[in-house]
């Protein structure tokens, strides 16, 4: 599968995902999706198995581990799990809105995580680790608002969920890119398959 450079819709409904949503870098620059595709971002505890698991969705065209909703500029792994940075553990999404909705995008969100513990997820805690749907404009805040409501609805105890504006995004380091889908250790795991979403 490649590793590097943008891959297009087509590539994408053929299987071979993407490894540059966006554009990003560990910079922190202006996201731009290729062609007519959009972006998504979402946070659900460690990024290894979260990306793992939107690289399954069909639609989904690129996918990038990286931190945001923090306040230092260009922060590595070691800053983010300081705990002092604010940032959460993010994965950035690039899909064909043809092929896939963003409604779909929050189904396999909180598919894969549980959305109650707050700054955690399973044996991991921190701030870094919270649940967080990073919004890009104001209609995927209503949407994702309306998923949280419904989510809400079905679970006994309190979502933790918080639904933010997209901050900058900044790529994490090359080894955690695609982590799970290279090396084959899924010690991050998810709680659904999202192959047949």
Known sequence: ???????????AAMGHVGVDPGHATN????????GNDKLAAF????????EDAFRHVPGVVATAAGYSGGHLANPTYEDVSSHTTGHAETVLVEFDPT????????????????PTQGNRQGPDFGDNYRSVVFT???TQKATAEAAK???QGILSRPVTTSIEPMHAFYKAEDYHQQYS???GDHSCPIRARLETL
């Open 27 to 34: 910079r922190g620059t202006a996201l731009t999706p290729t």
């Open 43 to 50: 946070a659900a505890g460690c990024f290894w198995g979260v």
């Open 149 to 151: 409501q419904k989510e």
């Open 99 to 114: 092929k896939v909705s963003y409604d779909k995008l929050l189904v396999a969100f909180f598919a894969i995580h549980d």
């Open 1 to 11: 599968m490649p590793q590097s450079g943008t891959q297009t819709t087509t590539q």
């Open 136 to 138: 890009f404009d104001d």
């Open 181 to 183: 889908e290279r090396t």
